[in-house]
């Protein structure tokens, strides 16, 4: 049996940033991260052995002043500056830079139309409700955009007023190029004259990887996908995984290897293992599983 790691699995490059920026600031002292870190329960898990609190945004109000909070890569509405700056809170913001100027561009979108009162304009975002980015963008408009996750969702619009689309930047670029289709479509169905501006803002570092994955996927018998169950980043790119090769199991953790295996019946001593994972997975959690397959 050969084992490999995709070498182009691993941390984003935001969430590297992040990462660096808590081990850092827990050599200074106490350290509170607002939500987990990373969307995988084992890097939090570890990260928390050397002294990270995990906090909520009920935990946020109550903190001491001067407590020290971190802000992931995900970003964080207006909001959660507002309270730290009220409660007395040091902010750490690790905000990746990508998310950053996307929130910045919907916030100059909102600010510039938000006063046109004759055809009152609507921001859409493509993406994941509920999502800690997205909760973000949501906030730069004083929650008044409309989150769509799919094509099937276009009743949530109104043909009738101004579209201004965004995209959450971990979304899928055909989905988003679906979706400017159908608007179009409707539009025209609609004989509307109104305008849309169709921002394609995905990070395309993450984007990318979907080719990458998929010509790794291929070339290996059985793949393993190491990815945390909240991400949805792995999930996405998991489905990515499967479309090229069935034989592609997702686990979270090296515990998970033995029992995910007994479901394939072939003879694993001949065969060619990929492991790899999504952007919210650590380089080190995959050499793991590489470690556990290798003793199995």
């Known amino acids: 049996m050969v084992v490999s790691i995709d070498t182009n699995s691993g941390f984003c490059f935001g969430v590297t940033r992040a990462i660096q ?19 995988n329960g084992q890097e939090v898990a570890r990260l928390e052995l050397q002294g990270l609190q995990t906090i909520d945004y009920d935990d946020l109000r109550t903190l001491p002043s001067h407590s020290r909070v971190l802000l992931r890569a995900h970003g964080e509405p207006p909001a959660t500056y507002w309270i730290a700056q009220q409660r007395g809170i040091e902010i750490i913001d690790a905000t990746c830079p990508v998310v950053k100027k996307l929130q910045d561009r919907i916030r100059a979108c909102y600010e510039a139309h938000r006063n046109d009162e004759s055809l009152p304009p609507q ?54 190029q679906a979706l400017v289709k159908a608007i179009k479509l ?6 509307s004259p109104i305008a849309l501006e169709a921002h394609d803002t995905i990070c395309r570092n993450v984007a990318n990887r979907v080719a990458q994955l998929q010509e790794f996927a291929r070339a290996n018998d059985l793949v393993i996908f190491v990815g945390g169950s909240k991400s ?15 034989n592609t199991i997702f686990i979270s953790s090296p ?20 492991i790899c994972g999504a952007t919210s997975t650590p380089q080190w959690l995959m050499e793991a599983v590489s470690e556990r397959l290798s003793a199995f």
């Open 255 to 274: 515990d998970e290897v033995v029992d995910k295996l007994s479901t394939f019946h072939f003879q694993l001593s001949t065969f060619q293992v990929g």
């Open 123 to 176: 921001i859409i975002i493509y993406g994941q409700p509920g999502h800690a980015e997205v909760i973000g963008l949501q906030g730069q408009t004083n929650n008044t955009a409309i989150v769509i996750e799919s094509v099937d969702q276009l009743d949530r619009i109104d043909f009738a007023r101004p579209i201004y689309l965004f995209s959450q930047t971990t979304k899928s670029v055909e989905g988003f």
């Open 186 to 191: 409707q539009i025209t169905n609609h004989q």
């Open 232 to 246: 949805s980043n792995a999930r996405v790119l998991y489905k990515n995984c499967v479309e090229v090769n069935p």
């Open 21 to 39: 920026a808590a081990e850092s600031e827990l050599q200074k002292g106490a350290l509170c991260c607002l939500g987990d870190i990373v969307h």
